[in-house]
Every structure is written in C-alpha cells, then in structure tokens.
C-alpha cells in the first residue's frame, strides 16, 4: 500500500481531533482532497482562500479544536495573508499549509520565475511558528511543532509549507503520537496560588467574573458557569464573549451596560477569564473601573505567563488552561456555601429595565426602518440555542446593543474588527453544530458583501444559515466619521453606493432563499419564513440610513476603546 506524505498529514490532524478541511484544489493539494474525503473528512471548497481560513476560525471558535486551511502556492498563499493577521489578533489556532514549488527554486539565480515567492517571510510576523516540509521524514516532527506551538499559551496561527518535490514521497507507515506524547494538554494551576485565590475569594463581599471570549472558544461554558454558580456573583461579559452562560440569564451583564458597570463599581474582587484585559474594557484600569472601589483585588486565569501584569497588575495568578483551572478553583469555593450576592435580583432587574427602556424609545415606524427596530423584530422570535453572528460597523453595534435574544454562543471579529467575516464564519459555524442548531448572521450590507460569493458554498454544503442584512447602502460607520469631521455637509465621498443592490436577488441566484424588506411589520414574517425554509438564506432590510450613522447605541464606549483620540 502507498502511503504519501499527504496521508501522514492527516493522520497527524486526526490525532488532534481534526477532520474538516478547507481550500481550493490545485496540483498541491488534489491528492491530499481525495484521501480526505475517502478517510471522511468533510473538505470545504470555498470561492477565496481569505474566507475559508474565516470559516476555519468559526469553526475553531465553536469547537475547541483546531481547523486548516490550504492556499495553492503564490496567489493562493497570498489571498491568506489578511486572514492569517486576523487570525493572529483573535488568538485562533488555525493551520496554514501553503503549497510550494519545489525547493530548488530558493536558490535560482534566474528570474521571473511563474508563480515563485518566497512566501514564509510574507507571514513570519503573524505566526507563531513557521515550518518547511523539505524532506518527507520531517513531516512528523513539524507537524508536532506547529501543534506543540499554537496550542501552548495563547492560541494562534501556524504556517506550514508544502513543497511539490515531496508531494511524491512515500514514507513507511508507523503509529501516530498522541497528543500528550508530544506537547502539553492539560495544565492546572499550582496548589499554593489556588489557596491564594481561595483566601481571596472567601473574604471578598462583592466579587464578580469578568469572563472573555477564551471561556467560549475553550468550549467551557458549563465549567465557568458552575464556577459563578458556586460564588453566587455577577458574570461581567467582555465585548469579544457578548454571550450568556448557560442557566445564568440573571447572572450575567454586559460590561458597557448599566448593570455590567454597577457591578464593576462594587466590585472588591475581579476573577478574570479567558480575557486579555485589553482596550475594550480599558485594561482593567481606566473609565468605569476608575469608580467605586478602586483597590479591589484581581484573580487572572491565563494560559501565558507572559501575560501576567502586562494590562495591569494581578494579585493572584493562576496560570493554566482555564479549562483545567476553573474546576481546581469551583471544588473549593462550592465547599464554602457562599449564598448568592443580594446584588443580583437588584442588577437584573435594572438590566430589564434598561433594556425595556432601550426598545420601547424605538421608532417604529413602517419606513423608513430604524435599525434598531430591525434587529428587535429580526431577534425576538429566534430559537433559544441560535448561533449569533456579527459583521459590520455602525449595523453590529445595533445588532449587539438591541438583540432580544441572549445567545448562548455569539461570535464577531473583536480584537481586530476585521470586516466580511461574517458569512465565512456564519459557514464555519453551521459546519461545527450541524442539524442541532441555527446559526443567524446579523451583517451590515458593506460587510456582506466582502464574501458574497460564499452563499454559493452555503448552498452547495446543504448549511441552512440565515443572512439578515441591514442595508443602507453606504459604509455606515464611516459616513458618521464624515459627519463628525466635517459637518453634515460633508461630502461623504465614496461612503455610498447604489440603491439598485438587491441582494436578495443575488441570494437567489446562489440557489439560497432570499427576501426583500422596506416595512418594519414585514421583518419577522420574512425571518420566519427564512428559517422555515431550512436553506441558506439572506434577507435584506432597508435601513435609516440617517439613523444608522447618527444613533449608534453606546458610541462613546465604542471609541473609548481606541484610547483618549477616540475613532
């Protein structure tokens, strides 16, 4: 039996879990395609190599285990660039393998060589590790390296190259390392910091979590939930988490709400997870910590021990695997039968209010369609276990800010704000869940349209995502820059486009469902209809473009997070 370097690779993934497989075909990568698809991976042909490494995140994000991606050597290497930043800045493990011509071609004098770069270089900066397969007995031990490094601290992207003078070789067929053999998988915090922080917590009158995106894509939402359960506090959401933990509705607030701010004010005690502590919640130092109790104490459950003090300073650290850490830290505090913070009922109550108060100030009139009406009519009648996904400017902040439902897993590019993720990543997702559950992209129509193209793999792959897309026909966010600089008057130039867009239409065209809406009391049947029709599905409302640009919820949270300038 012939065994190729292309099957070792995948056994090699297997190993770590892994069996979906995105890129396009080409001479490098045809042979590793067909062994995929006989061994049962699910090989994902996407329209641009930039979103199938988006839908590699999402399914990242939704797993917990790491994805791959393939770009064909030059062109298709160099249409992964953006994403392999992008990558690096939301901390996703992804895998690049780049095709490559055959390694004699380093060293040609001659030039104008077809479609000949030298690609790591291109991409050294991004990742964590870069490798180059150029003899076939070295594919074990840099696969390893490329796991060994995107899995250890903060997760993030690694480069693998994929010369053609190996795509040939043969190796003999030996036992696959498990992954414990060849890197660290589980990893605890010490006994003597876990005492620490159980001090810490059993003298603390009004702790909090302060919980990121890390706890959603380690897939621990159960493990953190228990752990607040067992505390009896208020879970303070990051922006990048922007989700609910299970049975915790009442539980958990927002940071830039009210009640996410009331209970950081009170707060004596912060427990950190899965969170840089970065700009968005003003590293744990500035605007809304500057209030209240001012010298409470920090817990910080982070895998990178050169993380530790960087954003602010920490009391106790635990560093480890925050799905390791928290069980060692809930055994404990739950032997302590803390009873829930009296707070509780008081912020969730306020959250209610607040949110009634927000939805009911409203325009609702049939047209034109204020945005944040759209998305409490698009929202409110959504299953409870819906995927939600963001994409866009001014359209994703109404999207965040007026969501009736408070989904259990919620996904948008937030370290790195990185337009037209959002239908790659709607893909990824639907791909991870399966038949179980729904996965509904909220879009602005300038992000949409970044990867329109991918409608067609939706359709293709029988993955029944739901695009509703406001649309009002301009960069929105940009036009309230304009506005801000210049005046009303301002010329706004290129920060609008045609009124012709039908992007329904388009939908249709992709053989995906597709509705067109300009009267508020038509978008909840539309989004019935959508999900009733179990296919990808894209339906477009007009928006108030004035309103959109101009009543953006919580804008002077949003630009506090670019520091004292502001967006």
Not at 509 to 534: C, H, K, M
């Amino acid at each position: 039996m012939t065994y190729f370097v292309h099957d070792r690779m995948l056994e090699l993934m297997e190993a770590e879990g892994m069996k979906t497989l995105f890129g396009i075909p080409d001479p490098s990568f045809i042979g590793l395609f067909n062994a995929a698809a006989a061994r049962g991976w699910r090989v994902i042909a996407p329209h641009h190599e930039q979103a199938g490494a988006f839908m590699a995140d999402a399914h990242w994000r939704m797993t917990g285990i790491p994805s791959v991606v393939v770009g064909n050597q030059g062109p298709g290497v160099a249409n992964l660039a953006a994403a392999a930043i992008c990558a690096a800045k939301e901390n996703v493990p992804t895998i690049f393998i780049a095709g490559q011509r055959e390694r004699v071609f380093d060293q040609k004098v001659r030039k104008g060589q077809f479609q000949y770069t030298r690609q790591p270089k291109y991409f050294e900066e991004a990742m964590k590790y870069v490798g180059i397969i150029e003899f076939a007995e070295q594919v074990d031990e840099i696969f390893h390296e490329a796991f060994r490094r995107a899995l250890s601290g903060t997760p993030g992207p690694v480069y693998i190259e994929y010369p053609m003078n190996v795509l040939e070789s043969q190796l003999k067929q030996t036992p696959v390392k498990r992954p414990e053999q060849y890197r660290l998988v589980r990893q605890g915090a010490d006994a003597q910091r876990i005492e620490e922080a159980l001090e810490l917590v059993k003298h603390a009158q009004s702790p909090i979590l302060l919980v990121g995106q890390g706890v959603l894509v380690s897939r621990a939402h159960e493990a953190v939930a228990e752990l607040a359960k067992a505390i009896g506090c208020p879970v303070i959401t990051t922006p990048g988490a922007g989700a609910v933990l299970p049975g915790l509705d009442s539980q958990c607030f927002p940071y830039p709400t009210p009640s996410g701010t009331a209970a950081v004010a009170a707060a004596d005690l912060v427990i950190a997870i899965g969170t840089e502590i970065g700009e968005p919640v003003h590293y744990g130092t500035g605007r809304h910590w500057e209030k209240g109790q001012v010298d409470r104490k920090w817990i910080y459950i982070e895998r990178d021990s050169l993380a530790i003090g960087v954003n602010r300073p920490i009391d106790v650290p635990l560093v480890g695997d925050l799905r390791d850490v928290v069980p060692q830290l809930t055994a404990p505090i739950r032997a302590l039968n803390r009873q829930p913070s009296a707070k509780l009922p008081e912020l969730a109550a306020l959250a209610q209010k607040v949110r009634g108060v927000m939805v009911s100030n409203l325009p609702t009139r049939s047209q034109p369609i204020h945005p944040g009406h759209l998305v409490v009519e698009a929202t409110r009648l959504l299953p409870e276990n819906t995927v939600m996904v963001r994409d866009g400017g001014s359209f994703a902040i109404f999207a965040s800010a007026y969501s009736q439902l408070r989904a259990r897993d919620a996904m948008w590019c937030q370290n790195f704000g990185h337009l037209g993720t959002g239908l790659p990543h709607a893909i990824g997702a639907q791909l991870a869940v399966g038949d179980s559950r729904r996965v509904v992209l909220m879009s602005g129509d300038s992000a949409f349209q970044f990867h329109i193209s991918e409608l067609e793999t939706a359709v293709r792959k029988n993955l029944p995502i739901v695009c509703i897309v406001g649309c009002d026909y301009a960069w929105g966010l940009e036009v309230a820059v304009y506005r801000n600089a210049f005046g009303m008057d301002s010329a706004e130039t290129e920060a609008h486009w045609g009124k012709q867009l039908r992007l329904d239409k388009i939908a249709e065209g992709f053989g995906a469902y597709g509705e067109y809406v300009d009267r508020a009391e038509d978008i909840a049947g539309a989004v019935q209809r959508a999900l009733d029709s179990n296919r990808p599905a894209v339906v477009q409302v007009v928006i108030d473009g004035a309103a959109n640009a101009s009543e953006m919820p919580g804008i002077e949270e949003f630009m506090s997070w670019y520091g004292e300038r502001g967006y």
